[in-house]
Structure formats: C-alpha cells, structure tokens
C-alpha cells in the first residue's frame, strides 16, 4: 500500500474555525441568492466540515481523482451549500460557481451533486443513502487493499430510515473499520423536533449495540471534533460512529434551534444581519 498523503491545507485550530465561518457567510448568502431552503442544517455542520477538510480528509484539490484519497459522502445531501462552500475555499473550483447555486443551468444542484463538480464523491438527496454507499465503498477499499478511509456525515432525522439501520449490521459483520459515520444531532427536522417526530434516544447506545465504536462530542468545539477523527477507529476491527451535537443554524442567533429555518431562506435584512454576526477575524 502506498502512504497516506497530508491533508493539503493542514490547518491548525484557529484556521479551521475561520474556514468554519467563511463556510456559513457562504452558505446564508447561496440561500439568500438562490431564495432555497436548508440553511439551518448546512450551518449545523460547518464547523465538522472546517475540520474533515481543513485538518483530517487526505485530499487534493489539484487532483480530485487520486486514487488513494479519502472519501467523503453527504448522506444528508440537501445540506450542500455547506459542502460546496468548503469545496470552494479549498480551492476544488471557482468560488465563483457558488454565485449561481441551486439556479437554472448552475452546476450546483440543489441537493449534492457529483456531475462535473470536482470533490463531490457522490450525488445524494433521498435521505438513507449514503451509508449504504459508504459501506460499498469501504468494503472495496479491503479487498482491494488499499489505503483510503471513508466518512459519511449523515443527519439525525435521517437515522429514521431503516436503510440506515441495514446498513449499520453490514458495516459491523464485515469489520469495516475504515468506515465513519458522523450523525449531525442538531434535533430538528424537517416537520419538528427528532424528540416529537420518532425519538432515536438512546442513540449512542442503538450504535454500540450494532457493533460500531461510538463516541459523542460536541459538534462546534473544534478540539473535541479533531481528537475523534484522529483516533479512529475507537474499537479496532469496528466501524466508527461519531454523534456530534450541533445546534441547527449555529452562529446566527435568530436561526439558532428554530424549526423555521429547515425551509426558509434570508431575506436581504436577514442576510444582512446574519452576516454581522458572522465575522471572520483573519
């Protein structure tokens, strides 16, 4: 097997909560442009996707293609602004493609898309998905015998369906250890709450007892994100299951753990405001 390359950027802490921040101004500003929904759920997950890809995905954005690479699927792929917006800032492509998300001839479709958009592994949309997908991969990867991991970031809602669950028994029998699902627990879907739609609590429990290695940490605290995903896998042999407790709309006060914004989009006030809020210190 050929070593694992670096992740290209490196970056250290403080460096990933800035990405972290510039990944939201993007994503409220897409939404505002696009006047499209799934705003809450791309800020809950910035600051995991400042740390897979500023400090702990092996990628190059030079060359999306490499075979060694790390995979990386969005299960929860109407959350995509938020991964085009780390995509972009890495340097995958232009920037300038964010200007005309989720808009008639955009290369950026409204829920992840892989056609002709380097970085993206996979298309996704129908929630249950990825982690099927992801275990494919993984399995793959072992009898290939190659050196590649595979992370799939999955939403909480969609740990309703039972592809998940289907999924989970198959990663655990083949000792999938180079698989990691990232659960973001922001607790609202699209109709309420996870409590009042279909309580998945005890979560971590329902993970360990289909033979994963689960930790939970704090979804926006860059420190305890980082030390998971470098200590992977928790039990050898298992896959790992990491569920992050985020909070929906993280970091624009008027949209934090409001069920509104799983749908709505800014206005130009509210995306002023949103902005101010949204300070990237360099």
């Known amino acids: 097997m050929s070593a694992?390359?670096?992740?290209?950027?490196?970056?250290?802490?403080?460096?990933?909560?800035?990405?972290?921040?510039?990944?939201?101004?993007?994503v409220v500003c897409m939404t505002h442009r696009?006047?499209?929904?799934?705003?809450?759920?791309?800020l809950s997950m910035a600051d995991l996707l400042a740390v897979l890809y500023g400090s702990v995905l092996r990628v190059d954005p030079s060359h999306p293609q490499w075979p060694e690479r790390d995979r990386f699927i969005l299960s929860k792929g109407h959350g995509c602004a938020g991964l085009y917006a780390v995509l972009a800032e890495l340097g995958?492509?232009?920037?300038?493609?964010?200007d005309d998300f989720y808009q008639n001839g955009s290369r950026l479709a409204g829920h992840i898309t892989h056609h002709g958009v380097p970085g993206v592994e996979v298309s996704t949309g129908s929630l249950g998905h990825g982690l099927p997908i992801g275990c494919g991969l993984a399995l793959t990867c072992k009898m290939d015998?190659?050196?590649?991991?595979?992370?799939t970031l999955l939403s909480d809602g969609e740990c309703d369906e039972g592809s998940?669950?289907?999924?989970?028994?198959?990663?655990?029998?083949?000792?999938?250890?180079?698989?990691v699902a990232i659960v973001d627990y922001n607790k609202i879907q699209s109709l309420g709450t996870v409590q009042e739609v279909l309580k998945l609590e005890p979560l971590a429990a329902k993970w360990e007892a289909f033979g994963w290695g689960v930790r939970e940490i704090d979804g926006h605290d860059f420190e305890q994100i980082l030390r998971a995903l470098t200590n992977i896998p928790f039990v050898p042999a298992r896959p790992t299951c990491i569920i992050?407790?985020?909070?929906?709309?993280?970091?624009?006060?008027?949209?934090?753990?409001?069920?509104?914004?799983?749908?709505?989009?800014?206005d130009k006030h509210e995306l002023r405001s949103a902005l101010a809020e949204l300070q990237v210190i360099e």
């Open 244 to 266: 992050a407790h985020t909070i929906k709309g993280k970091g624009v006060s008027f949209m934090e753990n409001k069920l509104l914004w799983h749908y709505r989009s800014p």
């Open 164 to 179: 998940i669950w289907e999924a989970a028994l198959f990663a655990a029998h083949h000792a999938l250890d180079n698989l």
């Open 34 to 42: 696009a006047q499209s929904a799934h705003v809450g759920t791309s």
């Open 145 to 151: 015998e190659q050196p590649y991991r595979v992370f």
């Open 92 to 98: 995958f492509f232009p920037l300038t493609w964010l």
């Open 4 to 26: 694992f390359r670096n992740p290209p950027s490196g970056l250290d802490l403080a460096s990933c909560h800035r990405l972290g921040q510039k990944i939201r101004r993007h």
